[in-house]
């Protein structure tokens, strides 16, 4: 037990408790000598600390860093540090330079009059953690290969010339019989690393096919030009190849082919490990414990990173009272970091709100948007909702505008952990939101919907039996209950709720069109509408099978087209009307939009979150404290 | 070592071999049956879910699937995790193992050393304060569940203590590397200890009330043995037997505890496995963790077993 840091608040306390501190060091005299310590001094400066270490937890394992294949946030957050693509946003959601010199335009040259082929100039200097330099080569691999292992974010790619014919190429692994992976990723490597480009003499294993013929390198693949030739306009796509952490990532050829499975799960090395372009480097990971990464030296980036390390442990979400306690003890910089921000529960957001603590919590709008699906589409699972007539239309409706939204978000979110769903269903202070209370759909009016639900299921017959499915946990249960609850009150109709305790089974179902009435949501991946129109019921949702209400409407589909072709000026009128496609269809009841909570030390500089995600490392100082 | 006991111990492992083996085909099966994957998402669903099955081999039928996952456990490759995409399981979970046969151990030891001290020193102080005292604690350590002491501990030494203090003395609930430091282990193996201690002590105390009216123990006396001695090497020893019958399932006792505490305190050991393997689908992992914690109570059965020809010689096998 050593010396720490004095709690917020601690000098006003008197007499009694000094008493009561000198009683404690007494009574606890033998444990002290056991205990662990905390670190630094009373309050933080404006100067930087000696140790520029920051260590936060993390509530989730990591699933895959392979850009290739990763998919949740947690993998990602941790990914944009170590991994660069050629563009990445800033903490505005704009789309800035990253490894790419400028981002590319009609103005500057980097787009052509058509649309359909991008130049892009790579930085000289990028280079990745290991030394190598960073060439079109680089790029062309990366973007192959994420596209022939078919993750689930090579439909950002998908626009590129090429895209499904290396798909088709790649075809499916084959099965396993020993459980690994190993196979189809070894054959895919070996189908780049043959012949990859022309280059060097092909193998038997060889497979020019896996090579999307929209990328190309006009001065050469050791130079730093990539053209990008799209097989249709795509507004959206600067935006998907941007995001963080996904197929649109620089990997580096040399590592990946000396184990193209695990690469990724073992430290940075010259030849080996989760070697990136970033201003971190993956110093050490310990499954389902720890991770270390470190800050590389004379990172080519900027701005070059100040932290030498950021340290993570690796907890059960179930530790969360420990973890904050040890967060007080100034343990841990941050709490919320690595797609954690959900984490903190109610209780513990108003115990730290009621304390001395109170300044260190951050309370950020984030990218997620949770509402109801009714089944619209798919007349095997049935209910009253399914299709356009007006009697479905009328009791979508009905059930819309019984359920105040406003009142679930301070009733079951208490105004802290998300607000009311208003302004459509892409969350507040992105692209494509349509402003507070300009969706009709988060009107709230039992009136009308008492009167819609007697005029079109006068005898109650219709809305009989009537059942809400949801997965269990966090806020999905009291919001059920809160619905339920409105659709006794306002409507007189009793809703059996339907809580699922297996998420991926519940998702399953849902997808597959199987629940009447069920809680759907998504959080947005880059800052373009398309990623929920297109995603959620357009092409993309309908082609993965993956349409939660069945809704099908050539219009919308023509529009949706339309507008993704565009650039986003142009493209934003029509995605507008998508919206209004959709609320005059009923299609959903918007619920809320989720709110992050951070908890960060107020000696920790730079940290901080948007809609998207968490500020990169190479922002955040450890400030004397 | 007598061929018996040799033959005993045979019989045993045999036996412990053959429980793994069912155990490992029960839950492999159950938890292949279980709804969803460790796959499927918002964004992983369709073509591309197939394709990870597929790549998994999670497609073929499950005795097929369980057939490949035995001939990799005979050579000590558990698979791989699901969730972790391709990590190997035996290193993770014999990694997390070592830590909850650290925490196990440290519980153990708070176990045994409490449960027989009061139990000793109750017995010999029969019908004092002392006895009193220390019977009350018991009775309230056993009812007490390991999770309230350890949010009670939490409260106390992190919470409260760091706050008088000024953060001064406080408990640091951060577990530093693999096994974290001794500063970081008393909390939560005394959150174990003291629910599991309660039952020794009150084997003890009525063992030891036993042994200590017996003949041997006033023929000792008369022979003006120290009371110390008289206590330790002479009652204190035979008092141990039906200490160790219960042995087997504090132990049980201690890796339930462990189950629950390492979530609380988020230690990396194997048993927040139980609980998270299953939620995340990871086959690999929850049929390692089951099976694992099956070795583990048969072979402290065993030792248990074995303990008692040394403590009681009349014993044989």
Redo the contacts between chains.
């Keep these: 037990?050593t010396?720490?840091?004095?709690?917020p608040g601690?000098?006003a306390r008197g007499r009694r408790?000094r008493w009561?501190?000198m009683l404690?060091?007494s009574l606890?005299a033998v444990?002290?000598a056991?205990?662990?310590?905390?670190s630094g001094t009373s309050s933080s400066s404006s100067s930087l600390a000696s140790s520029q270490v920051l260590k936060f937890?993390a509530f989730q394992?990591?699933?895959?860093w392979?850009p290739g294949?990763a998919?949740?946030e947690v993998d990602t957050e941790f990914m944009q540090n170590v991994f660069d693509n050629l563009w990445r946003f800033d903490n505005n959601l704009n789309i800035v330079p990253d490894i790419a010199t400028a981002v590319p335009t009609s103005s500057n040259g980097g787009i052509s009059s058509d649309g359909l082929t991008y130049t892009v100039h790579l930085n000289p200097n990028a280079t990745f953690d290991n030394g190598d330099k960073v060439t079109a080569e680089d790029v062309l691999y990366s973007w192959d290969r994420a596209v022939a292992l078919?993750?689930?974010?090579?439909s950002n790619l998908s626009a590129i010339a090429g895209f499904a014919a290396v798909q088709s190429a790649a075809g499916?692994?084959p099965?396993?019989?020993?459980?690994?992976?190993?196979?189809?990723q070894q054959s895919i490597e070996d189908g780049l690393w043959g012949c990859f480009r022309g280059k060097g003499t092909a193998g038997a294993t060889c497979n020019s096919s896996l090579e999307m013929s929209g990328l190309t390198a006009p001065d050469g693949l050791t130079g730093e030009t990539v053209q990008i030739t799209l097989a249709s306009a795509c507004g959206w796509c600067l935006a998907a190849w941007t995001l963080e952490g996904t197929t649109g990532a620089i990997v580096d050829e040399n590592v990946i082919h000396n184990d193209p499975?695990?690469w990724w799960?073992k430290p940075s090395s010259k030849t080996d490990g989760m070697v990136g372009t970033g201003a971190f480097y993956l110093a050490s990971f310990?499954?389902?414990?720890?991770m270390v990464f470190k800050a590389v030296k004379d990172w080519w980036g900027s701005p070059k990173p100040t932290l030498t390390e950021v340290d993570v442990?690796?907890?059960?979400p179930?530790?969360l009272?420990?973890?904050v306690?040890?967060w007080?003890?100034?343990?841990?910089g941050i709490i919320g970091y690595g797609g954690d921000s959900g984490n903190l529960d109610y209780p513990t957001i108003e115990s730290i709100k009621s304390s001395s603590f109170a300044k260190d919590l951050l309370t950020q709008p984030k990218g997620r948007t949770t509402w109801l699906s009714f089944n619209i589409g798919y007349p095997k699972t049935g209910g009253p909702f399914v299709g356009e007539s007006a009697s479905a239309i009328g009791l979508r409706k009905a059930f819309d505008l019984a359920v105040d939204k406003t009142g679930l978000a301070s009733t079951v979110c208490h105004d802290l952990l998300c607000t009311a769903a208003t302004g459509g269903l892409i969350t507040k202070g992105l692209i494509g939101n349509l402003g507070d209370g300009q969706d009709p759909l988060a009107a709230y009016n039992p009136t009308e919907a008492k009167q819609l639900l007697k005029q079109y299921d006068p005898t109650g017959a219709l809305t009989a039996n009537l059942t809400y499915s949801y997965n269990t946990g966090g806020l999905n249960d009291p919001v059920a209950e809160y619905l339920q609850n409105e659709w006794q009150t306002n409507l007189g109709v009793h809703v059996n709720l339907n809580p699922v305790g297996?998420?991926?089974?519940?998702?399953?179902n849902r997808?597959g069109g199987q629940y009447v009435m069920s809680r759907d949501?998504?959080?947005f991946d880059y800052n373009n509408p398309q990623d929920w129109y297109a995603n959620l019921w357009g092409t993309f949702a309908t082609?993965?099978?993956?349409n939660t209400s069945g809704f099908d409407d050539p219009t919308y589909d023509s529009i949706l087209n339309q507008a993704d072709a565009e650039p986003i000026s142009q493209a934003l009128p029509l995605y507008n009307q998508l919206a209004t496609i959709l609320q005059q269809d009923v299609v959903y009841i918007p619920l809320y939009y989720s709110v992050g909570n951070f908890l960060i030390q107020p000696w920790v500089k730079g940290a901080g979150s948007n809609t998207g995600f968490d500020y990169y490392w190479d922002q955040i100082s450890i400030l004397s404290h | 070592m007598t061929r018996g006991t040799l033959v005993y111990i045979i019989q045993r492992l045999a036996i412990i071999a053959l429980t793994l083996l069912v155990v490992s085909f029960v839950v492999f099966v159950v938890v292949h049956a279980?709804?969803?994957?460790?796959?499927?998402?918002?964004?992983?669903?369709?073509?591309?879910l197939?394709?990870l099955l597929?790549?998994?081999?999670l497609?073929?039928p499950v005795l097929i699937?369980y057939w490949?996952?035995l001939k990799?456990a005979i050579h000590g490759n558990l698979?791989?995790?699901l969730?972790?995409?391709?990590?190997a399981v035996t290193p993770?979970v014999l990694?997390?193992l070592s830590v909850s046969c650290e925490l196990g151990g440290a519980a153990l030891i708070v176990t045994i050393g409490l449960g027989m001290t009061f139990g000793v020193l109750a017995a010999i102080r029969q019908n004092t304060w002392v006895d009193y005292l220390l019977t009350s604690l018991a009775v309230i350590g056993y009812t007490v569940p390991s999770f309230v002491i350890a949010?009670l501990g939490?409260m106390i030494?992190?919470?409260?203590?760091?706050?008088?203090?000024?953060?001064?003395?406080?408990?640091?609930?951060?577990?530093?590397?693999?096994y974290g430091?001794?500063?970081?282990l008393?909390l939560p193996a005394l959150s174990i200890g003291l629910y599991t201690s309660g039952q020794i002590t009150r084997i003890t105390r009525a063992s030891m009330l036993e042994v200590i009216q017996q003949d041997y123990i006033r023929t000792a006396r008369a022979k003006g043995l120290r009371e110390r001695v008289i206590t330790v090497r002479h009652a204190l020893r035979n008092a141990l037997v039906p200490v160790i019958s219960i042995l087997g399932t504090t132990i049980v006792g201690i890796l339930v505890g462990v189950l629950v505490i390492?979530?609380?305190?988020?230690i990396?050991g194997l048993g927040?496995?139980f609980v998270?393997s299953i939620l995340q689908?990871d086959y690999?992992v929850t049929v390692g963790v089951f099976t694992i914690f099956a070795l583990l109570i048969g072979l402290s059965n065993l030792a248990v077993d074995l303990i008692y020809t040394v403590v009681d010689p009349r014993i044989r096998y």
């Design positions: 037990m010396l720490g840091r004095p709690y601690s000098e408790g009561q501190a404690g060091v606890l444990v002290a056991a205990c662990g310590s905390t937890p394992n990591p699933g895959t392979d294949e998919d949740a078919q993750g689930p974010y090579s499916s692994p099965a396993s019989t020993t459980g690994s992976p190993l196979n189809f499975v695990n799960t310990i499954p389902k414990q720890s442990d690796i907890k059960d179930s530790a009272a420990t973890t306690a040890a007080k003890q100034g343990s841990y297996d998420a991926s089974q519940f998702i399953s997808l949501g998504w959080q082609a993965a099978g993956a | 279980l709804p969803g994957n460790a796959f499927i998402s918002q964004r992983v669903h369709g073509r591309t197939q394709l597929h790549e998994y081999g497609d073929q699937q490949n996952f990799g698979g791989v995790s969730y972790i995409r391709g990590e993770l990694r997390e949010g939490i030494f992190a919470d409260f203590l760091g706050s008088v203090t000024g953060g001064a003395f406080a408990y640091s609930p951060v577990w530093t590397g693999t430091t001794i500063g970081e008393w390492e979530n609380i305190f988020g990396p927040k496995e998270e689908h690999n």
